[in-house]
Every structure is written in C-alpha cells, then in structure tokens.
C-alpha cells in the first residue's frame, strides 16, 4: 500500500524553497504575474487559443480585459498574461490598450474578382468587413447610395500598395454573378515575415 501524501506540507514546503531562492509568492505558486518570470526561468511561449482569439476581438470591439475574458470563458489573468507576454496590449492607468498590429490576410474585389491581400492591424480589416457587408446591402437593395462611404476610399497593404474598394455597380454586380470565396473563407490572422 503506498504512503499517503501530505499536499498541504508539500505546498508549504514548495513555498518555502521559492521564497527562499528570492521568488515573488506568485512565482513560488506557479502562477507569476505578467511582467514576472517563470521559476524556472524559461519563458513561456505566449499562444493565442481560439478562446483568446475571442476575447481579442471583443476586446478590438471596446470592451474591457475583464468584460472580454468573460465573455471568452477564460480568467482575466489569463489573458492579461498573453497581452503582456505577446506585446498586443499595454497597460495604462490600471486599464489594458489593445495594440493589436498582427497582420491579417483580407479579400479585396479587383475587376469583378477576389484578390487576397494582407493589412496591418484590426482597423483595416474591420474597415473591409463594413465593406462587404455592405456590399451584400447593396447586391439585395440594389441602392447606390450604400456604396458612397467607400468612392475613392481603399486600404494600403503590408507592402505600401493601395487598393481601392470596388465602387462600380456592374462590377459588383458581375462579382455576385461569379463563384468568388467569401469573405470569412479568405480572412486569416496571419505570422508576420
């Protein structure tokens, strides 16, 4: 029959030998604090789940830390942790600022057709989501009236190139015609290079 273990000692024993060699009780318990390091001294690797993932767009949309991680279903310390770890966020007067600059890959129409392009950050590739969806407004209302936020308005890709959103109603309507992905199939957060 094997010994029964003690936790409570071998916790209290674990604290000691981490208080000792000079560790925060936070490090000690294996749990350290954003701009702590580990006690083993190995960083982790900050990434991104698709629950972070969640809690990053709702953050992009205006919600607080604490708001976006509940709404996640994952803790606020959590991710506090990956947005010090990975850089994406900044803390400011007790209050995290998304700075969320990963590049993503978005659909651009060109002549009635899909071309893929990569933009830097949310705010674009917010900007192109308005875009097709109100492309779809305007495919089932056939209302010109739709299109006038994007008349020589466009997006600058990763490269510096400027794309401009398709304004042409028949080259819209030509692109609903034709079996061109959508915009979901196409959007991707992208490693940058």
Do not use: C
């Amino acid at each position: 029959m094997a010994k029964k273990r003690d936790y409570k000692a071998e916790y209290q024993r674990r604290k000691a030998r981490g208080l000792a060699r000079g560790l925060t009780l936070s490090q000690t318990r294996g749990h350290p604090k954003p701009d702590e390091t580990r006690a083993s001294g190995k960083p982790a690797a900050p990434r991104a789940s698709a629950k972070i993932n969640e809690a990053l767009k709702v953050m992009n949309g205006g919600l607080s830390m604490t708001a976006a991680a509940r709404a996640a279903g994952i803790s606020p310390e959590r991710l506090s942790w990956y947005l010090a770890q990975s850089g994406l966020g900044l803390k400011q007067a007790n209050r995290w600022v998304i700075g969320d600059t990963r590049p993503r890959r978005i659909p651009m129409i060109e002549n009635a057709s899909t071309k893929a392009i990569t933009v830097a950050g949310f705010a674009p590739a917010s900007r192109a989501g308005h875009y097709f969806n109100d492309i779809k407004k305007f495919l089932r209302t056939k209302d010109p009236k739709v299109l006038d936020p994007y008349r020589g308005d466009g997006l600058t890709d990763l490269k510096g190139r400027f794309h401009p959103f398709e304004t042409d109603r028949n080259a819209l309507i030509r692109y609903a015609l034709k079996d061109e992905p959508e915009f979901h199939e196409i959007y991707a957060i992208t490693n940058p290079d």
